[in-house]
């Protein structure tokens, strides 16, 4: 574990080469490489263990490790090409870590970080889909916090809402924002993504939650009306 005075050493060193650093440049610096050789040997040892559940949870314990360095970074970069950076997003997003996954994804956006070439699509498309699986996932467990995850999905919609990507994975954000909202007791709202999502893809899955949702909302609002005709009479 890192004393504070490391952490401080390695945020320090970290701004400070990224603001020096040549925007859309590859990142570098004594501190980059540092971590480029941590993050080599992290991404070794994950090659090695077969479990993706272990694999998540080797992920949860090695970055902190970085964590000095993006924080760094982020409050000095100017938008150096960071394939640490850009890992990190993705380790935090598998690690259910979203908010702070956001707050790499937003520099990311600002600046025009493209992905390492291992995850095969462009930045706005891995934030949206990345971050939809994931809620969809926390979704599913008991227990899930709907709001903060509502808060989380709208953040990510924001900020790739204007940049092109295939259809299927907007409508699977949508989806994801769906089942968000109804699990807040927003069932309104619920709809309206559900419905977006069955636009951008037919095979999305979500006929039955839409139609269950129609009933539902048509249901509460016959009895708001039999109950506006009571009270009148």
């Known amino acids: 574990m890192l004393s504070p005075a490391r952490k401080h050493y390695q945020r320090a060193r970290a701004a400070k080469a990224a603001g020096a650093a040549e925007p859309t440049l590859p990142q570098n610096g004594e ?7 941590v993050l080599w040997e992290a991404r ?7 479990s993706v559940q272990a694999k998540i949870e080797k992920k949860r314990e090695l970055l902190p490790e970085f964590t000095p360095y993006i ?17 990190a997003l993705v380790w935090r997003i598998d690690t259910g870590d979203l908010a702070d996954a956001l707050d790499i994804a937003e520099y990311a956006m600002k600046h025009n970080l493209q992905t390492p070439d291992r995850y095969e699509r462009d930045t706005p498309s891995l934030i949206a889909e990345e971050i939809a699986d ?6 599913a467990e008991e227990g899930a ?15 790739t809402d204007d940049h092109d990507m295939h259809d299927e994975i907007r409508a ?18 619920a709809l309206n993504h559900l419905q977006e999502a069955l636009a951008l893809n037919e095979r999305v899955g979500v006929k039955k939650d839409i139609e269950k949702l129609e009933r539902e909302l048509k249901n509460a609002a016959q009895g708001d009306t039999a109950q506006g005709d009571t009270a009148q009479g």
Do not use: C, S
């Open 44 to 50: 070794r040892t994950l090659k090695g263990i077969k």
């Open 145 to 159: 916090d709907a709001p903060a995850l509502v808060d989380i999905l709208v953040r990510a919609r924001r900020i």
């Open 134 to 139: 994931q809620a969809l996932r926390m979704l």
């Open 71 to 87: 924080e760094g970074v982020l409050a000095a970069g100017n938008g150096a090409q960071d394939d640490v950076l850009m890992t």
């Open 31 to 37: 501190q980059y490489e540092l971590m480029a050789a």
């Open 172 to 189: 699977k954000l949508h989806k994801a924002l769906g089942y968000a909202f109804r699990a807040g007791g927003y069932p309104t709202e």
